[in-house]
């Protein structure tokens, strides 16, 4: 049983920063797969970023070049968020793929206005 918590989100002007936490209840494995994913309302919930314990990273094209994940210690991942834009408003959730389970946190909403 893992618990997942996000925070950072807000409400922000587009081109500016933001960055988000995700505190996992235990420490991160090698063999764990972390991830960031968001959801908007009437749309399928989309691959944001994802990162192993290595340093690995994959980044959807939409954030690439404005995104970066990263491992700040044993039990946290961050997603820094640079020059958002309107489209990159949704929920957005922690997601940890530990062998054959995966565990979700709630979300931490983020609002980029015009």
């Known amino acids: 049983q893992v618990q997942l918590v996000e925070s950072g989100g807000g409400l922000v002007q587009a081109g500016a920063s933001l960055r988000l936490s995700c505190a996992a209840s235990?420490?991160?494995?090698?063999?764990?797969?972390m991830g960031w994913y968001r959801q908007t309302p009437g749309k399928q919930r989309e691959l944001v970023a994802t990162i192993t314990r290595d340093g690995s990273t994959n980044y959807a094209d939409s954030v690439k070049g404005r995104f970066t994940i990263s491992k700040d210690n044993g039990n946290t991942v961050a997603l820094q968020m640079n020059s958002l834009k309107p489209e990159d408003t949704a929920v957005y959730y922690c997601?940890?793929?530990?062998?054959?389970?995966?565990?979700w946190g709630k979300g931490t909403l983020v609002t980029v206005s015009s």
């Open positions: 997601n940890m793929h530990s062998f054959r389970m995966d565990y």
């Open positions: 235990r420490i991160i494995f090698s063999s764990d797969l």
